[in-house]
């Protein structure tokens, strides 16, 4: 199937061609920078160089950070000293700082000794906090306040350095040793009259986090408070930087990814799919797989172990793909659920009680409806006697309500032992389950019919 162009590509591309320069500045001028970015990605290498020269300086820098590291890193490559100087130094703190991580180490010497003392400072200093917490993805770029300072020369500070900060709308109150003690909005100092006091129209009840909080804490804040930015202080009450909303929701889009992985049984990744070779892929996925594939053997032992009862009783091997996949199902069911509550903080470990005892009901009922809708097809449709009929619907049953519980109790108890939750999802709680319904299955044919 052929790829469907855009009009704005195919102007891009044919004003390219057509080498008509000033105006394919004209066109990128009026594209907002993603845009720019999505286009780029698709053009052949060797243009993105002249493209990007053809963009004004400060389009150019956004234009830079919504590129994916690849691109970048073509870019950096061909500039010039000059050229790679003004676009490190329009780059915003976090930005820099992100570039500085996922670049080559050739390419971050070039990078730091273009960059303005201060910045690299600043970028030295952010890279010091603890991977994934608030410290990493901050940014120092943002505008304070003094609480003596009128409204009238509040707004004029603003004016003066309003230009470089990532964020206008709030505004930070902070005493001379830098103590977070209010915020005040943008529409708060445009109603306000111009010689009224910062201390009297700042908000005191200030919510922050400290440069440890972990970024997924962080992100989720976003999500409760409705904030554009959230102001990181130190052990000391002293701020430092802000975590501001888009920052938050690459993070939330990282979190999310990483979880799914795991969830998946692969080791995650920070390269997009198409991007990542074929053994980095391999090596993502192989690990889990050893691990459940040796975990399995057990199964294969227990099966081994009742090789007599399936002897006198062939028809039961039958029934087992059905009843370790029921169990696997209804194990994943109850685990992506309360996963997914652990990470959005709907619960917590002192509501495992709470959890067993709504999910042990909730396999009850699922268990007796699939174990009625099994029982009837067993005896009208496979002719199965009833006694073997009835020893593979109780184990329904039981394999459902316990794969349930086995479901919602792990990841509490991972979460609990400061692990991943989403470790103990589908494949691993599948595994266990898997082992568990044939030791159940075995010892009720063996007791119900005497094998």
Not at 96 to 103: F, K, N, P, T
């Amino acid at each position: 199937m052929a790829e469907v162009k855009t009009p704005v590509y195919e102007m891009i591309e044919n004003l390219l061609n057509a080498k008509k320069y000033a105006s394919l500045r004209d066109l990128l001028t009026t594209l907002n920078p993603s845009d720019i970015a999505a286009v780029f990605l698709d053009l052949p290498e060797q243009s993105l160089p002249l493209l990007f020269r053809l963009l004004p300086k400060e389009l150019a820098a956004e234009t830079f950070v919504e590129m994916d590291e690849d691109a970048q890193e073509i870019l950096i490559r061909g500039f010039s000293d000059r050229e790679l100087n003004d676009v490190v130094n329009e780059l915003y703190v976090d930005d820099a700082v992100d570039l500085v991580e996922e670049m080559p180490a050739t390419v971050v010497r070039r990078i730091l000794k273009q960059a303005t003392p201060e910045l690299r400072k600043t970028i030295n200093e952010i890279l010091q906090y603890p991977e994934d917490s608030a410290g990493s993805i901050m940014t120092t770029e943002y505008v304070y306040l003094r609480p003596h300072l009128t409204v009238a020369q509040s707004l004029d500070l603003i004016r003066k350095n309003g230009i470089d900060k990532e964020t206008i709308y709030t505004c930070y109150v902070l005493t001379t040793d830098r103590k977070l003690i209010g915020i005040v909005s943008a529409r708060s100092l445009l109603l306000a009259q111009p010689d009224v006091l910062i201390s009297d129209i700042m908000e005191e009840n200030v919510i922050s986090v400290q440069t440890t909080t972990d970024q997924e804490q962080v992100a989720l804040m976003f999500n409760k408070y409705n904030f554009l930015a959230i102001p990181v202080v130190d052990a000391e009450g002293r701020m430092v930087g802000i975590v501001t909303v888009d920052d938050a929701m690459d993070v939330m889009q990282e979190e999310t990814t990483e979880d799914i992985e795991k969830m998946a049984a692969i080791l995650p990744s920070e390269r997009p799919y198409l991007k990542t070779g074929i053994f980095a892929t391999f090596k993502q996925r192989i690990p889990w797989l050893l691990i459940l594939m040796i975990s399995a053997t057990f199964t294969g032992m227990i099966i081994t172990s009742f090789e007599k009862a399936l002897a006198a009783q062939v028809v039961l091997t039958a029934f087992i793909p059905m009843l370790m996949d029921t169990g696997g199902n209804s194990g994943s069911q109850a685990s992506v659920t309360i996963i997914r509550g652990l990470s959005l903080n709907e619960i917590e470990f002192k509501d495992l009680p709470r959890v067993i005892w709504k999910e042990f009901r909730v396999g009850i009922l699922c268990g007796v409806v699939l174990a009625a809708a099994n029982f009837l097809r067993l005896l009208l449709f496979n002719r199965i006697e009833l006694p073997v009929a009835l020893v593979i619907c109780l184990t329904l049953v039981i394999v459902v309500v316990l794969a349930k519980l086995v479901g919602c109790s792990l990841p509490m108890f991972a979460k609990k032992l400061k692990l991943d939750p989403a470790v103990m999802a589908s494949p691993f709680i599948t595994t266990i389950v898997d082992a568990l319904s044939l030791l159940l299955y075995f010892e009720i044919a063996s007791s119900l019919l005497k094998l």
